[in-house]
């Protein structure tokens, strides 16, 4: 199976930076596509910033220009990069991975627990 784990979650004030990470590990063939989204209370998930094998990315409107989402394959790795942070950016921070297991050969996707970023002064 794979295993998500994301951290880098924190408080922080109001135009701050904070930088999350999320691992993929287990006996992995390829991963297709890597993904951040979050869940503010009262409200629905949404997407935040995607990143496929191909490299191309996409972005929620609410946080172009601000937050970046970058890769490192060889460690499995996604990162999000977020700056100039705004109340309204405090939610969980979910990620999700799309991934072919070895140990059944279907493209499946994968959701860590979480990490929580507070944005207040």
């Known amino acids: 199976q794979v295993q998500v784990v994301e951290s880098g979650g924190g408080l922080v004030q109001p135009g701050g930076s904070l930088r999350l990470s999320c691992a993929a590990s287990?006996?992995?063939?390829?991963?297709?596509?890597m993904a951040w989204h979050r869940q503010a209370p009262g409200k629905q998930r949404e997407l935040v910033a995607a990143?496929?094998?191909?490299?191309?990315?996409n972005y929620a409107d609410s946080v172009k220009g601000r937050f970046t989402i970058s890769r490192d394959i060889a460690k499995n790795t996604t990162y999000l990069q977020m700056d100039n942070l705004r109340p309204e950016d405090t939610a969980i921070y979910l990620c999700?991975?799309?991934?072919?297991?070895?140990?059944?050969?279907?493209?499946?996707?994968?959701w860590g627990k979480g990490t929580l970023v507070t944005v207040s002064s």
């Open positions: 990143i496929r094998d191909g490299g191309s990315t």
């Open positions: 287990g006996r992995i063939l390829s991963i297709n596509y």
């Open positions: 999700n991975v799309i991934a072919v297991a070895v140990s059944n050969g279907i493209r499946m996707g994968y």
